[in-house]
């Protein structure tokens, strides 16, 4: 049995994963569940899997789940110390982190300094804890497992003896989202409900503006650099609007192997639930006689501008890639909430990366340091007042 903490349980992988472990009750048992606020959906979830505990950031919604669950086996706790206690505890095997954004850093942190086995959604906090992050999980003794698809089917195409030195480049694909192909002159006004309208894939909100302006496959990029300790030359994107290839991976001879399936994000998540083995994930199987046609482009960074800006902070390093997902995190939110407009998130980004000093990261005390000073200059770039935005790494 292995024994699983779900950090982001109320979310779109959240409930993804929890759809793939009720088809496997002899395989796992979820010990805890984690969410933000959503207090009557962690309770419909508790009651479905019973789990030992129960966490929500927002100490008040933590009281009414209290409440909810009186009478049934789940403890509930409540903040930010309580969620890392339980990434971090003696009852817990894997740590699944699908909490958007750096909300979820400090807990990921946690689980990798306890050298949890950590199925990896949260990407911003690969890319905000950077190297902190990845020595955390090599001196606690922790095994990363990534759920994001392209790194997945980066994972499974090496996957034979785990060597990256015969490799010449990987290729993420990229659908291009709802915009590739719209008049550039129109993106002026384009709505929130347009930008999360994905072609391809069903997720969280933010995850889909992200992909609508390709900063998801920005951070993609940092986020493989870290993963497969690959240097920026020798990772590369292109434009596959079906969705059908997850990523490639070319070696030294030229031989190029591809991981396809329908997106579905279920199959990533049973390949690294129960790696090495192989599970039914539920996701419909990819008929390839139906498919017209695999395209693929190379991405107009005009019309992506905020691909470039990931890039450009992978130069830079140090504490470049935490200041431009914190400014993301700060413009999407802005842009969520009608307050500023679609063009406004890469502005907002290209501004407080052009203003932001690029310091070392060396602890989690940096992070939250720099993602502070990050967020005021993004809210100062874009107009807003700085409270509204405010999601602290230390919250
Ligand atoms: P979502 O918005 O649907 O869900 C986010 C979850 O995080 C919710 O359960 C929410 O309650 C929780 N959360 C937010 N702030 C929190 C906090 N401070 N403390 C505790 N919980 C908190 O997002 P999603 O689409 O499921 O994405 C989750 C993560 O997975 C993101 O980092 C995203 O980039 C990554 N990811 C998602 C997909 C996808 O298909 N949805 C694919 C690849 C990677
Ligand atoms: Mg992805």
Not at 88 to 94: F, L, N, Q, R
Not at 155 to 176: E, H, K, M, V
């Amino acid at each position: 049995m292995q024994r699983i903490a779900l950090l982001g349980a109320t979310g779109s992988i959240g409930e993804s994963t929890l759809d793939v472990i009720a088809r496997h009750p002899q395989r796992f048992e979820v010990v805890a569940l984690v969410a933000h606020r959503n207090w009557q959906k962690l309770a419909q979830q508790c009651r479905a899997v019973r789990p030992r505990y129960a966490a929500m950031h927002d100490p008040a919604a933590a009281r009414s789940l209290a409440q909810a669950l009186a009478g049934t086996p789940t403890r509930v706790l409540s903040g930010n110390d309580d969620i890392c206690s339980i990434a971090s505890s003696a009852d817990v095997d894997t740590v699944l982190a699908a909490i958007v954004g750096a909300a979820g850093l400090a807990s990921t942190l946690a689980a990798a300094r306890a050298g949890k086995r950590i199925l990896l959604a949260n990407k911003e906090a690969l890319v905000m804890g950077g190297r902190l992050f990845m020595d955390a999980v090599r001196d606690g003794g922790a095994t990363l497992l990534p759920i994001d698809s392209e790194h997945n089917a980066i994972f499974q195409c090496i996957d034979r003896d785990g060597a990256t030195c015969d490799l010449r480049r990987i290729l993420l694909t990229a659908s291009g989202g709802p915009f590739r192909t719209r008049d550039v002159a129109t993106l002026a006004g384009v709505t929130p409900d347009e930008a999360c309208a994905h072609p391809n894939w069903s997720m969280g909100r933010k995850i889909s503006v992200d992909s609508a302006t390709m900063m998801n496959k920005g951070l993609e990029v940092i986020e493989a650099h870290w993963l497969f300790g690959l240097p920026r030359a020798a990772i590369d994107v292109v434009i596959h609007p079906q969705s059908v290839i997850h990523s490639l991976v070319e070696f030294a001879d030229g031989s190029m192997l591809a991981q396809m399936g329908n997106p579905d994000m279920r199959i990533p998540i049973a390949h690294a639930l129960a790696h090495p083995a192989r599970i039914d994930s539920g996701a419909a199987p990819l008929e390839l006689a139906r498919l017209a046609a695999l395209t693929f482009e190379v991405p107009d960074l005009g019309r992506f501008p905020c691909l470039g800006l990931a890039y450009a902070a992978l130069d830079a390093g140090g504490s470049a890639p935490l200041a431009l997902s914190a400014a993301n995190e700060v413009a999407v939110d802005a842009f969520l909430g009608g307050r500023i407009g679609y063009l406004d998130i890469a502005r907002g980004c290209a501004d407080t990366l052009a203003r932001c000093d690029v310091r070392e990261v060396d602890s989690l005390d940096d992070a939250v340091a720099a993602d502070a000073a990050a967020r005021r200059i993004a809210c100062t770039v874009l107009g807003l007042p700085p409270a509204s935005t405010m999601t602290s790494l230390a919250a």
